[in-house]
């Protein structure tokens, strides 16, 4: 597999606000102000598929499944939390829809560590 959607991705990544990335179960992995993932990279992690795990506002990865489930999927360990998977392996990936579904998750998950600092 080329190179191509990990760059693209990690580029729309870390464009976020004090976005980082290290490896996590040796995967690129993104997080903000280097304490919280928002996103992952699966290179083949669990199956034979490329995608991207991403926090996601409640009820947003039922009706994406459910919508697509060609494109996106409910994401091993954190599907329970609400995540979705969005498979970069289809010949149509949509960048611009992908690139708000990882602002969103950054939003979602620099917001619930601005709360977790009010408490």
Same mark, same amino acid.
């Given at each position: 597999?080329?190179? @191509?959607?990990? &760059? #693209?991705? =990690? ?5 976020? /606000?004090?976005? %980082?990335? =290290?490896?996590?179960? !040796?995967?690129?992995? +993104?997080?903000?102000?280097? #304490?919280? $993932?928002?996103? %992952? ?17 409640? !009820? ?8 697509? /489930? !060609?494109?996106?999927?409910?994401? /091993? @360990? $954190? !599907? ?5 998977? $969005? @498979?970069? &392996?289809?010949?149509? $990936?949509? +960048? ?9 998750? @950054?939003?979602? %998950?620099?917001?619930?560590? #601005?709360?977790? =600092?009010? %408490?």
């Amino acid at each position: 597999m080329p190179t @191509y959607p990990l &760059d #693209r991705l =990690r580029a729309m990544c870390l464009a976020q /606000p004090e976005a %980082t990335e =290290r490896l996590s179960h !040796g995967e690129p992995t +993104w997080f903000v102000r280097g #304490r919280r $993932v928002f996103a %992952t990279f699966a290179d083949e992690h669990h199956d034979d598929r490329v995608a991207v795990w991403l926090a996601a506002a409640p !009820g947003a990865q039922e009706a994406l499944v459910q919508a697509d /489930p !060609g494109r996106f999927f409910r994401p /091993p @360990y $954190v !599907g329970v939390k609400g995540w979705v998977g $969005v @498979y970069l &392996d289809v010949p149509d $990936v949509d +960048w611009e829809e992908l690139e708000a579904l990882v602002a969103e998750a @950054y939003r979602l %998950t620099y917001e619930s560590l #601005r709360s977790k =600092r009010r %408490t």
